[in-house]
């Protein structure tokens, strides 16, 4: 089956009210995070940032399908020596707007370049959130699940009797009394930390994210032939991974270089996916 890639000049707030409803399965996104990227994307101050991402968040639940999943990839900063809460402060707005807040996947990177602040760390994780319309939406477990390893036998070996044993899980989650039977397998379902190192071929973007991040969630949230969106496409990576992945996508960049280069690398493109 031949795919089709959809990008587009402009900024997101408008271009998207251009797709129809309900056509989307996956948005996988990471839009300029507060005070950043000035050079390239001006800069959003925190206490402006909800302000300017509602209106996108708005078309963005408008033309995911009902079994659709949003993952937005966003970052709290540091101001004046603590945490801001915009992060937070979106999620609630986003709950008002219709939004069910899913889960929270945590990207660990395994090569983050160290630093020291007078009064913390260098972070070395981003977050992940998990938006959908209902509690009902596609997903495909088995398409993420990793090898067993090792470890397992001899945790098995070290456990009492009473540690073998739980209670019927009272919240669906499936995990039955005999522990072994989650254990003794070669595949098992993956936690809601991915460790995955940050991008270096970057294509002279400033914040472009690993392959791996997206192809994940691809993998996770659709199948063959749907569709995913990413609304601020920047270096394309969520484009090229659905294009490899025979996944339909619509990316759209408001700055023309990033735009064209784009344009340029992805084949075949066909500028009118949906009319």
């Known amino acids: 089956m031949k795919v089709k890639t959809d990008i587009r000049l402009g900024d997101c707030r408008e271009v998207l009210k251009t797709l129809p409803d ?37 078309e963005l639940l408008r033309v995911l399908k009902p079994t659709g999943t949003f993952v937005l990839n966003i970052k709290e900063k540091v101001v004046e020596g603590e945490r801001s809460t915009y992060v937070l402060e979106l999620i609630l707005e986003m709950k008002k707007q219709g939004w069910l807040w899913t889960e929270e996947f945590i990207w660990y990177k395994k090569n983050c370049y160290p630093g020291k602040w007078p009064n913390r760390f260098r972070d070395s994780w981003e977050r992940l959130l998990q938006f959908n319309k209902g509690k009902k939406f596609n997903m495909y477990q088995e398409e993420v699940m990793v090898p067993m390893g090792d470890w397992a036998k001899s945790r098995l070996k070290k456990l009492s009797d009473t540690d073998k044993k739980r209670d019927e899980s009272k919240v669906g989650s499936g995990f039955g009394k005999n522990i072994s039977n989650w254990l003794n397998r070669d595949r098992v379902y993956p936690t809601n930390v991915l460790c995955l190192a940050t991008e270096c071929n970057n294509k002279n973007h400033s914040a472009a994210f690993p392959e791996g991040l997206p192809e994940w969630f691809l993998k996770l949230f659709t199948q063959s032939g749907d569709t995913v969106l990413d609304p601020f496409m920047g270096s394309g990576t969520t484009n090229f991974v659905a294009q490899r992945m025979n996944r339909n996508s619509i990316g759209i960049e408001i700055l023309p270089e990033y735009y064209n280069m784009v344009k340029a690398e992805l084949e075949p493109v066909k500028l009118v996916l949906f009319e």
């Open 22 to 58: 309900n056509v989307v399965d996956l948005i996988f996104t990471s839009p300029p995070y507060t005070d950043q990227r000035k050079n390239t994307y001006g800069g959003i101050h925190p206490d402006k940032y909800v302000e300017w991402f509602l209106p996108v968040s708005t």
